[in-house]
């Protein structure tokens, strides 16, 4: 597995190589707001430590501003974090096993590339990237909630804000539901609708 991490910033991260699920990148989805935002999920094998170690650092970073513009000098005792545990929160799905995972969104389209043959290239569209490909991502946590955020709703914590990505290998689609050719496979040839 390829390491492509790097620290931009104390919020600002390259983490790779991931996997990527529920990737709406080209075209925004509306979320429960009304709001429309690109996203995806970002999933992170639990022994890539040093991915892992280094959200720990950049999500840290985000509380310790947080304390100071957001939360009255203080971080709080119930503040959410972005990366969660796969197994834990998503039991039910083997995509997650032995994952930790970030959901993250933005306002603006991503930058979306494939690297191929060495070079990177502009991703045109789902055939170049897709839920259930490895690559790279440029993230940027941030705090949230406290007097000055109503958007919060009362909520605190810090949040993962998508910037770019780049696909760096090919895997399996995560799309779920089936193959056309399969299901209807056995109506060709001599077959007819009734």
């Known amino acids: 597995m390829a390491n492509y991490n790097k620290r931009i910033s104390d919020t600002l991260v390259r983490l790779g190589e991931v996997r990527f699920s529920y990737a709406h990148v080209f075209v925004p989805q509306e979320n429960d707001q009304g709001e429309e935002k690109y996203s995806v999920c970002v999933l992170i094998p639990k022994k890539d430590t040093d991915t892992v170690k280094?959200?720990?650092?950049?999500?840290?970073?985000?509380r310790q501003k947080g304390k100071v513009s957001n939360w009255g000098g203080k971080i709080p005792a119930k503040c959410k974090s972005p990366l969660r545990d796969g197994d834990e929160d998503r039991a039910d799905d083997p995509n997650y096993a032995g994952m930790y995972f970030i959901n993250c969104n933005s306002r603006n389209k991503p930058g979306v590339r494939v690297l191929e043959n060495g070079?990177?290239?502009?991703?045109?569209?789902?055939?170049?990237?897709?839920?259930?490909?490895?690559?790279?991502?440029?993230?940027?946590?941030?705090?949230?909630?406290?007097?000055?955020?109503?958007?919060?709703?009362?909520n605190l914590g810090v949040g993962a804000g998508l910037n770019n990505?780049?696909?760096?290998?090919?895997?399996?689609?995560?799309?779920?539901?089936?193959d056309a050719d399969a299901d209807f496979s056995d109506l060709g040839g001599d077959s007819e609708l009734d």
Do not use: H, M
């Open 165 to 178: 990505l780049i696909k760096t290998r090919d895997d399996e689609r995560l799309a779920g539901g089936t």
């Open 119 to 154: 070079q990177v290239v502009e991703a045109l569209g789902t055939e170049d990237f897709y839920s259930g490909c490895w690559g790279a991502v440029t993230l940027n946590f941030f705090p949230y909630g406290g007097a000055a955020d109503k958007k919060a709703k009362g």
């Open 54 to 62: 280094l959200v720990e650092e950049a999500v840290e970073a985000a």
